[in-house]
């Protein structure tokens, strides 16, 4: 048990955002003020962010029970290291979003209740991350999703409404089932405690272990967007404003793969693991999803698929369940953050400089953008794995770790579906940006000498570029954040320990 | 009166479940409604009975369970939450298309029936057609 002198740190990242958000409701209509404080309390979660990864990885797992009471009572805080360098993964893209946000000329982020359904859901995400209680688990899980509903139907069009109801009532039915699983594990074991849960879970009949892991799957694989549970995810999620997409697609669902990992690794003996069934599921769910990005026409639509289709690679390496698998699973979590998110952006961005979201309307918009241009293919590149970016590092690990698991057929699949990744990213490539538009643009967008301007707003291309440096210094620093990320997987892996840090500090 | 928790949970569930697959949005909320409420029973019958939990009330041994009945009133409250917006959003969508019915995924259908094909076809003609005329 190391660093219990910044232990006090630990509810900072969930504290802050959440008195930002109540400032902001108290600041109302001063844009200014609220803008400031919205910057101000993100950036100080990201410093603390830091601060704990830090810390974590040089003392070890860091536990703050709230109240003071002894540890199976109190509700717990944990960051291990795989929470910590998600935490700063996410608080970084929060940031660059927020930024973003305010940079864009537009109605939402002018809404009086953007900037604290943002500070919610950055508590929400924190919460997740932190927490070491299924219950609290299940709290955070609501703050986020409370939030992001909020955010999803901020200006309340036709079509918003629409696709803000089928996500609500998705997300309502996986919060009820989440309940429905905590109140038989509860009767069950009598916690809700992971650690605690982990060390009655032994005493139960295999059965029924086989049944809480398929039942918290269900749970959280509808939060994740895998197979068959996906659906909602491609057509909820291009409706918002880009910003509010770029969150979304870049932290929502990771949070829901964090938990799935989370629970299956540590509350689940190895025997009791559904693996076979986890291997399934991620190649469904890496076909059906690059499938339906080829399918669509509308940017944003494509990269939704896209996102269901990176889940299944994650999925892939909680299936295999080794060291090395999980390793991959980590560095591919914060990989795809960066790049999702600065995917994202982009495509918020060729909104803005093309006027439209449909390839067949989009053209040429290398010679108007062309840094919006290389942003595009540098992050394209990365997420589709071609090397030497980021993405190229998570699925050769993966890759490595599923031959020497002799999955073979995983493995087929997964490099296939890369290609097909690759072949989605390069019809955007063509229709957007090198070919010549097929229709036309709109008079508005042509200026007096005949050639279209730029539009795009340095406060939206400054975060957009931020990220896509951040992924390639994820691509530069390989090595050393590869090793931290075996670091992290090993911590997963040993659940006695984890156990013994939680119970007994 | 365990049995008759478990037994209210199911009726729960099963008349929830029912209203979730009906195409009214308000039938969906209240078979919403009925399935939290269903996960809520649940809750608390996952604790044990007993006298109020309250100390000096009687010995310890004899307490109800305080947990469940905590988190089940903590899923009650988000769940009332979540369940205003919900109503909120259902007028709104009542406001704009003057229905109750969920409304379709219009890209969705346009994928499906391949008019964003026939668009490719008629715009990669037009295409051509300016070629010719430069």
């Known amino acids: 048990m190391g660093g219990a002198a910044v232990t006090w740190l630990l509810p900072l990242p969930i504290v802050l955002p959440l008195l930002g958000a109540s400032l902001s409701v108290l600041a109302g209509r001063a844009k200014g003020l609220q803008r400031t404080v919205g910057l101000v309390t993100l950036l100080a979660s990201t410093v603390v962010s830091v601060v704990l990864l830090v810390e974590v990885d040089r003392g070890g797992t860091m536990l703050a029970v709230a109240g003071g009471h002894p540890s199976p009572m109190g509700i717990a805080l944990v960051a291990d290291r795989f929470a910590a360098a998600l935490l700063v993964v996410a608080e970084v893209a929060l940031l660059a979003v927020l930024v973003y946000a305010i940079g864009e000329p537009g109605a939402e982020r002018n809404h009086v209740g953007f900037q604290s359904a943002y500070m919610i859901l950055s508590a929400g995400v924190a919460g997740s991350l932190l927490t070491g209680d299924l219950f609290s688990l299940f709290v955070s899980f609501e703050m986020m999703l409370t939030a992001s509903y909020v955010l999803l139907t901020l200006g309340g069009r036709r079509e918003q409404v629409r696709a803000g109801m089928t996500y609500i009532i998705i997300s309502l039915i996986a919060s009820t089932l989440f309940v429905l699983s905590l109140a038989l594990l509860y009767s069950a074991t009598g916690t809700v405690n992971m650690a605690d849960l982990a060390d009655h879970m032994a005493v139960l009949p295999s ?32 409706t918002a404003p880009s910003p509010i997409t770029a969150v979304f697609a870049g932290l929502l669902t990771k949070i829901g793969v964090y938990a799935m990992v989370r629970t299956q ?126 993405g190229f590092v998570s699925k050769l690990a993966l890759l ?106 | 009166m365990t049995v008759m928790l478990a037994a209210t949970a199911a009726l729960l569930f099963g008349a929830g479940t029912y209203l979730l697959l009906q195409r009214k949005l308000s039938r969906i909320i209240i078979g919403l409604g009925l399935l939290t409420h269903g996960a809520n029973v649940l809750l608390i019958s996952a604790g044990r009975r007993g006298t109020p939990p309250i100390i000096g009330g009687s010995s310890t041994a004899d307490f109800a369970d305080p947990l469940p009945q905590a988190l089940a009133l903590t899923a009650i409250v988000i769940t009332f939450g979540v369940t205003t917006l919900l109503l909120a959003l259902a007028y709104r969508s009542w406001l704009l298309t003057d229905d109750d019915e969920v409304q379709d995924d219009v890209a969705d259908r346009r994928v499906s029936t391949d008019d964003a094909v026939q668009d490719e076809v008629e715009d990669h003609q037009e295409l051509i057609e300016w070629e010719e005329l430069l």
């Open chain 1, 207 to 238: 059965g029924t272990r086989t049944a809480f892991a398929v039942l918290l799957i269900v749970v959280f694989g509808i939060k994740a967007a895998i197979f068959p549970l996906f659906f909602w995810l491609p057509d909820s999620y291009p």
């Open chain 1, 265 to 390: 690794v540590l509350l689940f003996p190895p025997e009791s693991r559904p693996a076979g069934l986890l291997l399934v599921l991620a190649g469904l769910t890496m076909v059906v999803g690059v499938l339906g990005a080829i399918a669509q026409d509308d940017i944003r639509r494509i990269l939704s698929f896209t996102i269901v289709s990176q889940i299944g690679y994650m999925i892939m390496g909680l299936g295999l369940f080794t060291a090395a698998a999980i390793a991959a699973l980590i560095f591919s979590m914060v990989h795809h953050i960066v790049v999702k998110t600065s995917l994202f952006l982009v495509a918020g961005l060729v909104e803005h400089e093309g006027g439209d979201n449909r390839l067949s309307r989009l053209g040429d918009l290398i010679r108007r953008a062309p840094v919006l241009a290389v942003m595009f293919l540098l992050a394209a590149l990365s997420l589709a794995g071609v090397p030497p970016f980021s």
């Open chain 1, 400 to 505: 490595q770790a599923g031959i020497a698991e002799k999955q073979f057929v995983i493995v087929a699949v997964s490099l296939v579906v890369s290609l097909l990744t690759l072949f989605a990213m390069a019809r955007i490539w063509t229709s957007a940006f090198w070919s010549r538009a097929e229709i036309p643009a709109p008079e508005r967008l042509v200026s007096a000498t005949g050639r279209r301007k730029s539009r795009s707003p340095l406060g939206m291309l400054i975060p957009t570029g931020a990220l896509v440096a951040v992924s390639l210094t994820i691509a530069v620093a390989a090595g050393p954040i590869y090793a931290f990320c075996q670091r992290a997987a090993g911590d997963l892996l040993d659940r006695g320990a984890y156990t013994e840090q939680v119970l007994e500090p």
